[in-house]
């Protein structure tokens, strides 16, 4: 038996990832933020990965010749952090023809602008719309307010950065192709670590992002190229390094569920869960037992393009690029936005009871905002639509845009289907949810408003029946005091008339004729205010008229149509 020193370099570094200690090894491996890369090659007898190669093995093993690869058809590359491993990326770029652009927009470090995205996150991370008690005049600031927007560092080139600035919208993708791969870029989303405290400011329903770029090789291999992760904000009072741990924990955790059931030890793990459900090896068994044999350098034409499946390498390739690009991460805050629109309706028609008090300053700016994180949803669905039609596009193999490659770039029928059902489902589960929900929020706007407004109104008839009821007290009143102001005056010749049944006959002649008049006040006001608008009217015409004539007979009209014939003239 030959020494491990008389096997080839890859050969020696690879393992079969069916065995239950490689297979750990390969979980940890994911887990570990100081990991490098991981190659997986398969069929569907057998697998075998390889953990944290160095470039000198990357290059024999692109180098690899095909007859070694009867067993593992199929081959997976997948780098993290790119920006590490350069040299491991121009042996990549130099196989597959990327262009010297294509790979130093890989490789760029996100670090330069870390800080002006943190800054962006923590201001959508945690919306602050509830009134702060602070008084800003003394100085009483919270320690967790919002610093200043840092600069841009000075040696970044002024077209690097926009292009940063832009590829870190949530709705930008980026495709490339070259002679040799179809190139995709676009940023996924990822499930963020659930809260421990109370947080009374609202946390944004947009999941945190990170960007990947996939690539459908005209070799059966899959490229996945996972950028440097940037975490968002830690909210107040929360464990910043458990935080972090988590989140990168769920960044990796759709890669993860791809890798682990490429190993027969990983089929039963996802049984229960349907949707994170990968069959890329498992597929392979329902294929043709005699398909024409297909080197790795020498791909062709897929033998089947009339029917459902490719040979091993094709089916496995083509599905293997679709789970990758599939997950579902980003439709699970669609049922917290149903929860959090459910809440806000109950707090909305709550308005309408007179006893409670609508808080305008929670309801207004949580309807904003959660339009905002929708809009912002709809805008990557849609970007995933336009991405899937592109796919499709560039997969099929009798597409004129393949004519380009080098050796055909395509998707099997089956994988074509599966990306058309998963472009429907984006419309139709997702997108027109998505709309549903903002013409609900919309609807939701208007009747808080229609109501607020309605409210006011029942507060203003109130408040004129208040008026009116302290006017007709006031109209009751108003003789009574006359009379006793009267009675009170002390004129001998007068007070010593007076007796106290004088008094009391006439507050009761005086309080009764108040009282009768109360019933007829508004109604004779409003008679009399009428009565007299219609006689200022009659009076302003007369007056006019009388005005106009006594002008005509004084000839100032005369006078004013020979000035303004002097000034043509």
């Excluded at 490098?36 to 090659?41: L, Y």
């Excluded at 190669?53 to 010749?65: A, N």
């Excluded at 929020?441 to 109130?462: E, H, P, V, W």
């Excluded at 009076?539 to 005005?547: D, K």
Aim: aromatic content about 12%.
């Amino acid at each position: 038996m030959s020494s491990s020193t008389d096997v080839p370099m890859p050969e020696a570094a690879f393992q079969d990832f069916d065995l239950e200690d490689v297979f750990k090894r390969a979980e940890a491996h994911v887990g570990n933020e100081d990991s490098k890369n991981f190659v997986v090659e398969f069929g569907f007898e057998r697998a075998q990965i390889g953990l944290d190669l160095g470039i000198e093995e990357v290059k024999e093993l692109l180098d690899r010749d095909s007859d070694h690869q009867k067993d593992y058809p199929i081959r997976w590359i997948n780098i993290w952090d790119p920006s590490v491993q350069e040299d491991v990326m121009n042996a990549i770029g130099d196989r597959y023809g990327f262009s010297l652009r294509l790979l130093r927009l890989m490789t760029t470090s996100k670090s330069r602008h870390d800080e002006a995205r943190r800054h962006r996150e923590r201001k959508r991370l945690s919306i602050r719309h509830l009134r702060n008690p602070k008084d800003l005049e003394k100085g009483d600031i919270s320690i967790t307010s919002f610093q200043p927007k840092p600069p841009a560092s000075p040696e970044m080139n002024d077209n690097l950065a926009l292009y940063l600035q832009v590829k870190d919208t949530v709705n930008y993708f980026s495709t490339d192709q070259t002679q040799k791969a179809f190139v995709i870029g676009a940023n996924w989303l990822h499930r963020r670590p659930a809260t421990e405290r109370y947080h009374p400011n609202r946390i944004s329903i947009m999941p945190p992002k990170h960007w990947q770029w996939l690539a459908l090789c005209n070799d059966h291999t899959i490229l996945s190229i996972h950028e440097r992760p940037t975490f968002e904000a830690v909210p107040d009072k929360e464990n910043k390094q458990e935080w972090h741990a988590q989140e990168f924990k769920f960044m990796r955790a759709h890669t993860l569920a791809v890798l682990l059931q490429l190993s027969t030890r990983g089929f039963e793990l996802y049984k229960n869960n349907p949707l994170a459900q990968s069959s890329v090896r498992q597929s392979l068994k329902k294929l043709p037992s005699t398909q024409p044999e297909i080197s790795r350098h020498q791909s062709g034409v897929s033998f089947f393009n009339n029917s459902a499946t490719g040979t091993v390498a094709e089916e496995g390739t083509s599905n293997l690029f679709y789970y990758l690009f599939e997950d579902y991460v980003a439709a699970g805050p669609l049922k917290a936005a149903e929860q959090e629109l459910e809440e806000m309706t109950h707090k909305v028609l709550a308005s309408t009871r007179r006893k409670k008090v609508s808080k305008s300053f929670e309801i207004i700016p949580t309807l904003h905002y959660l339009s905002k994180d929708l809009r912002e949803f709809k805008h990557l669905f849609e970007n995933y639509k336009n991405l899937i039609r592109k796919i499709i596009a560039v997969g099929k193999p009798d597409s004129p845009l393949n004519s380009q490659f080098d050796g055909k770039v395509f998707l099997t029928t089956s994988a074509l289907s599966r990306f058309d059902r998963l472009g429907d489902r984006l419309q139709y589960l997702m997108l027109n949810t998505i709309e549903g929900y903002l013409v609900e929020i919309g609807a939701l706007s208007t009747t808080y408003f229609n109501l607020t407004q309605q409210k006011d109104s029942q507060a203003t008839a109130r408040l004129t029946r208040s008026a009116t009821l302290l006017a007709k007290l006031t109209v009751f009143f108003l003789p009574i005091s006359f009379m006793t102001s009267y009675f009170s005056v002390q004129i001998e010749d007068l007070y010593i008339y007076w007796t106290g049944n004088m008094y009391w006959y006439a507050f009761a002649a005086i309080a009764s004729v108040s009282f009768v008049s109360l019933f007829f006040f508004s109604r004779i006001l409003v008679f009399f205010i009428d009565v007299l608008e219609d006689w200022a009217t009659v009076i302003g015409n007369w007056s006019g008229a009388r005005y106009q004539r006594i002008r005509d007979v004084l000839g100032f009209e005369a006078k004013e149509e020979e000035e303004v014939v002097e000034e043509d003239t």
